[in-house]
């Protein structure tokens, strides 16, 4: 093989688009009105921040012991409730089940909406109708949770083996019946990945929470962040990780057990 034929011929091409993605950066920069020195001038405060960042104060742990356990309460509570709620609503947002193309686009639109609320903005919204509190994040990750896995949901009824469902049509069956004894036992696998899936997502979002006064280790983490205490900001960091990895490792060995 010549080397003729290794090389790319086209390399101006990539050079191209290379100085178009400089070009946009550089006016999109211009507009914006964003000063990329000032990053580089602040060096020293970007070293300080890294430099207590990466030595966790541990000392501090036994003092996030219970807002780690309030924030797990609400990850769980707001789980099991989303995916409660999550359930009956996604049988009813696909027409396998429904056979109602209106009442299934009712249905999806209202899911829409749900979803399109931001965590934050949901959480500022109910914490100003219910007041401050872990309830307030209960609620707030039970509506999150209920949009994002209702969606999920009835997506995977969408792509079930349908033979079931003709199976029981064919004896008489109801839409209940159909529903509980031809879609609901394929669905059981696709239910318990999403709602750990969901889970290690409300873990996350919980912490972020408690700017807004939702309750929980969000709160530590908003002190601490005010007060420069970067040191337990990296700890809080660190044990919201270990949390999701196990929730990670719980969700893969209880998916293989029913797989």
Known sequence: MKIKDTVHLHWYKHVLVLILIILCFATSANATGADFGKVFSNSEQVRIFLSKLIHPDFSYMPSLIEPLIKTLKMSILGTILGVLLAIPFSFLATT????NPILTGIVRFFL??????????????????????????VLTLTIFTFGLT???????IETIDTSALEACESVGANKLKTAVW??????????????????????RSSTVLGYVGAGGIGVILNTSLGLFKYDRVSLVILMIFVIVMIVDGLSEFIRRKIA
């Open 182 to 203: 031809a879609v609901w036992p394929q669905m059981i696998p696709s239910i318990v990945s999403y709602a750990f899936y969901a889970l290690e997502i409300n873990v």
């Open 96 to 99: 396998i089940v429904t056979k």
């Open 112 to 137: 829409n909406v749900i979803r399109t609320v931001p965590n934050m903005l949901l959480a500022a919204i109910l914490v100003s109708m219910v007041g401050i509190g872990e309830a307030t994040g």
């Open 150 to 156: 209702a969606q999920l949901f009835y997506e995977s």
